[in-house]
């Protein structure tokens, strides 16, 4: 029992540091060695747990996976507008993507030209968004004329944009450049602009 | 001069040939003897223009620089709305995001972990948006209360998005998708909503 909980914190830690070394230096450059240098265990242990450098990119995607989960699933509240929980989602992705290198290298294999991804997250996203659009849509948040294929355009569009240029400079991922984008998007979205009622910068807690 | 002539095309193909496959496999997986191979030209020739993978990649970016330029330099027609011109330069973009593999694969190169961008056409993107939008203010044409800033933000994140997801699936950078997000984005920054004399959907000639 003790040795397959070792086991499987090796296996942890393995996927955090491939995730750390994929998101510095890409996957194609990423080394081995480093990973399980980082990862403080043997290059031998590294195999035992991971066939290949494939594998290891694999295991991020799928624990990516479900960290998106994470931001994607909290349960409404009560009362809660569909559109606001939207609002929420973003502000989520991009407080994760700025805290978690999971989930930051599991965005960043979906854009490697090397490697087509198994588990492709902004595919993934964009599926929630669609339909969290359309929730709002169903349950008559959106003004009359507001297509749900031109929100689904801009939202996801707009979060690829920042988790890609917050690679580089993370004051994209900030909650202040989120609700730049939905103090401009919100009043076109709703019946009675501006709706004050949502709240661009997200709804505390998050 | 029939000699010069043909170094100077040769290069030009080498750049072309550089674009292509660094496009198709990314930076660091791509081999100079692809690149030479596609352009029709030796190893030899290839290293006498350029000393490295680095050069080569430099030279493309200088390139993708100068169609980068074409895009966003068009002369304002008269009596022309800046916020016009910006929606036109981002059709314009996309569509030579479709076209042009020199500017994709500048725009990819900034998003190389393994190697950081000489000229990083995303921040030149940018810049040039702000300026649009400043310049825009400036006459006039945003609602009272529109930020500068927010009106950037969400133009560059959606652009760099749909730059992002295009080079999977180039549906993302289809007039219809750039017009979807303007549909959305216009009549938030406008005075008077919706604005009957902006077309999102860029004016035509572009």
New interface residues.
Partial sequence: MAKQERAVRTRDALIGSAAEIF????Y??ASLTAISSLAGVSNGALHFHFASKAALAEAVEAAAVLRLADVTGAAPRPGERRLQALVDATHRLAAALRADVVLRAGF?L?????RPPQEDL?ERWRAWVEEAVRRAEAAGELRPG??V???V??V???????E??G??DTR?LSAA?VT??W???L???VPS?PAPDLAPEGSRPL
Avoid: K, N, Y
Wanted: charged share 20%; proline share 2%; hydrophobic share 50%.
């Fill in positions: 998101d510095r230096e890409g194609t450059v960043h979906c854009g490697e030209s090397a902004r507001v297509a294929a031109d929100v355009a801009a996801v569009a707009a979060t690829v944009g920042l890609v240029l690679a580089r994209w450049t730049r984008l103090r401009l998007l009043p076109t979205l602009a």
